[in-house]
């Protein structure tokens, strides 16, 4: 477990200084690849207040590890908190709502572009695909279900059974405009 912890404390490290670095040389050349109607179009809502524990980060606390291998996805550290500061450390943001493998929809929300742009290849996965969760001793594993394209506004993704288990996975789209939202949805595989 320590071992685990401290490879995700090197990856949010590593994330974090690319950012900055990043970032410092878009400032330098006063330009930016996301402006902040588009990063506040995307629905927010407030981290939960989580005592310090030996897995929290800059950005909170760290609640699991996300894998898409469709998506060249490997190994992303997932925090609590969808707010600008949480997304642009260059990690899945997590809805406060619901967790992995619990009842209802467990939702994702990361950069294409920027801040290591993390679901970069989300637009590649097919239904059937994998995603796997890792949290805490489980693992979970999800099945695409669907893989749609929506306005920034539409929230009604975000709805879900109540009495089954899913995950969705948001992200903008296109690359230039970033006017519409990719929304991939997996189901849980229950053992």
């Given at each position: 477990m320590n071992r685990r912890l401290i490879e995700v404390v090197v990856i949010l490290a590593s994330l974090l200084f690319g950012y900055l670095l990043i970032s410092?040389?878009?400032?330098?050349?006063?330009?930016?690849?996301?402006?902040?109607?588009?990063?506040?179009?995307?629905?927010?809502?407030p981290a939960p207040q989580i005592a310090p524990t030996s897995s929290e980060s800059p950005i909170g606390k760290v609640i699991g590890l996300l894998t898409i291998p469709a998506a060249e996805v490997l190994t992303l550290p997932i925090a609590?908190?969808?707010?600008?500061?949480?997304?642009?450390?260059?990690?899945?943001?997590?809805?406060?709502?619901?967790?992995?493998?619990?009842?209802?929809?467990?939702?994702?929300a990361a950069h294409r572009v920027g801040a290591?742009?993390?679901?970069?290849?989300?637009?590649?996965?097919?239904?059937?695909?994998?995603?796997?969760?890792e949290s805490?001793?489980?693992?979970?594993?999800?099945?695409?279900?669907?893989?749609?394209?929506?306005?920034?506004?539409?929230?009604?993704?975000?709805?879900?059974?109540?009495d089954d288990s899913r995950i969705v996975l948001i992200t903008c789209t296109p690359l230039d405009t970033f006017a519409k939202r990719i929304v991939v949805t997996g189901q849980l595989i229950r053992d």
């Amino acid at each position: 477990m320590n071992r685990r912890l401290i490879e995700v404390v090197v990856i949010l490290a590593s994330l974090l200084f690319g950012y900055l670095l990043i970032s410092g040389i878009q400032k330098s050349s006063n330009s930016s690849l996301v402006n902040d109607k588009q990063v506040s179009a995307l629905p927010t809502f407030p981290a939960p207040q989580i005592a310090p524990t030996s897995s929290e980060s800059p950005i909170g606390k760290v609640i699991g590890l996300l894998t898409i291998p469709a998506a060249e996805v490997l190994t992303l550290p997932i925090a609590r908190g969808v707010d600008e500061v949480t997304l642009n450390t260059g990690v899945a943001g997590a809805y406060s709502w619901s967790g992995p493998g619990e009842n209802g929809v467990f939702a994702l929300a990361a950069h294409r572009v920027g801040a290591g742009g993390p679901f970069r290849h989300l637009d590649r996965v097919e239904i059937g695909d994998r995603i796997v969760v890792e949290s805490g001793s489980k693992k979970f594993n999800y099945r695409i279900i669907s893989n749609i394209t929506v306005d920034p506004t539409d929230t009604s993704v975000l709805n879900g059974p109540k009495d089954d288990s899913r995950i969705v996975l948001i992200t903008c789209t296109p690359l230039d405009t970033f006017a519409k939202r990719i929304v991939v949805t997996g189901q849980l595989i229950r053992d």
